[in-house]
């Protein structure tokens, strides 16, 4: 409960005001819920007393990145690395950071720092995601751009089966790097979406997998335990079971993309089909009521 964590924090502060861990706590609270300015803040006042405290210099990166003050929160991660050279969250968001910015010499270089330390699933995707520039020199560029990254997402997915990667919590980073701008360079990506589909559906298959156990059959009021709170219905014939959807946003609130691309999904929803909402920011309005309403599961 990170409304809670907040209150705790603020309690702490309010015993002991230069109490470290405890200011480290709100301003960690506070990204949490998006009050970003005043995670910021805190960091800053760590910072004023320890410099190179690395949870304060990471947390008011990430706060400045979702406030687009891309520059500031590459000052800090920059700082972060002189003192910890190695600190692979601070590589993987300037990665992300500088292919937002559009610098393509920066987003190649932390890359291959980050691969040279850990040729991970986190490192090998982000190399995948960033064959694409943001915004190409032509369409040549563009076109061309695509068949290297179809190429890393083949060699991605044969490297996870041959590895057996089954732990992809590392691959959720924050504001990240994704095929969602592909839209704006007018070619057709249904093949390349496709893939970039099927490797996400492959990698968390066993997500997947707790999901269908958390559907166990159960009549409503059964006292039969519900695996991570799931939603279910009887259904003895598997050819009568709904298709599930499952819908992953941090915009399931009244916003741009909400209107345009989401809502007509619960909108217009079959009979036959279940959404599975995940929504990954905290901000709560009468839209996200909606798509709770709408859900069979949120």
Not at 199 to 204: A, D, E, H, I, K
Not at 209 to 223: D, I, N, T
Request: overall charge neutral.
């Amino acid at each position: 409960d990170v409304g809670k964590a907040k209150e705790d924090a603020v309690a702490a502060l309010a015993l002991q005001p230069d109490f470290i861990s405890a200011r480290l706590n709100l301003a960690l609270a506070q990204l949490g819920l998006r009050e970003l300015e005043a995670c910021v803040q805190n960091c800053d006042w760590v910072l004023a007393r320890e410099p190179e405290n690395a949870a304060a210099l990471m947390n008011a990166a990430l706060a400045e990145m979702e406030m687009k003050q891309q520059a500031q929160a590459q000052l800090r991660l920059k700082k972060l690395l002189q003192a910890y050279p190695e600190h692979l969250q601070a590589l993987e968001q300037l990665i992300i950071s500088c292919y937002h910015t559009l610098d393509e010499a920066g987003t190649q270089r932390y890359l291959n720092r980050r691969l040279a330390l850990a040729h991970d699933l986190t490192g090998r995707w982000l190399a995948a995601m960033a064959s694409i520039p943001l915004m190409p020199q032509s369409l040549s560029e563009a076109r061309q751009a695509r068949r290297q990254f179809m190429r890393d997402l083949a060699q991605l997915n044969d490297w996870v089966e041959k590895n057996q990667i089954v732990d992809t919590q590392g691959l959720v980073v924050q504001e990240g790097i994704s095929p969602f701008y592909y839209l704006y360079h007018g070619i057709n990506d249904k093949a390349l979406l496709g893939a970039y589909g099927q490797s996400c559906v492959r990698l968390l298959s066993h997500i997947q997998s707790r999901v269908s156990q958390g559907r166990a059959l159960a009549q409503p009021g059964s006292k039969q335990k519900m695996d991570a709170g799931y939603a279910t219905r009887p259904c003895l014939d598997r050819k009568l079971q709904p298709l599930r959807l499952g819908v992953v946003s941090s915009h399931i609130r009244s916003h741009a993309i909400w209107q345009d691309k989401i809502k007509g999904l619960y909108h217009c929803r079959p009979e036959d089909v279940e959404i599975y909402t995940f929504a990954i920011e905290s901000q709560e309005d009468e839209e996200t009521r909606y798509a709770q309403k709408h859900s069979a599961y949120f």
